[in-house]
């Protein structure tokens, strides 16, 4: 008998699929939010603020291509068990990659603003 469990090889193509379309079209997304935040670079009155929007931009796209990257992990998983520890892995890496985020951001707002602790 089957394990009621297990994903159907068609509904697993499906979340390929999906997963490949949703990830291209980030990809277009975030390729225009770069060119317009380019486009806005000689307009920012305040300094820093180019820096700043570079880091959040460069940020976002990090997390969300992890969380692709995540999506497809999970798509292929194997079991139960597989889909917790792919979870576990992944909730870890992205508290500390969001960690380190905050304090490079934090840095360039203490620079931007000449407050130094």
């Not at 949703?22 to 486009?39: C, H, L, N």
Request: glycine share 6%; aromatic share 6%.
């Amino acid at each position: 008998m089957a394990n009621p469990y297990d994903i159907p090889p068609e509904m697993r193509e499906f979340a390929e699929r999906s997963v490949a379309q949703a990830r291209k079209a980030f990809e277009g997304f975030i390729g225009a939010v770069q060119k317009t935040s380019g486009a806005l670079e000689g307009a920012a009155a305040i300094p820093g603020a180019k820096d700043m929007s570079a880091k959040a931009v460069a940020f976002a796209e990090t997390n969300v291509n992890s969380a692709f990257d995540l999506a497809d992990k999970l798509v292929h998983a194997k079991d139960m068990q597989d889909v917790m520890a792919i979870q576990a892995e992944y909730l870890k890496t992205q508290l500390a990659a969001i960690e380190a985020q905050m304090k490079e951001l934090g840095a360039a707002v203490q620079k931007a603003t000449g407050v130094q602790k």
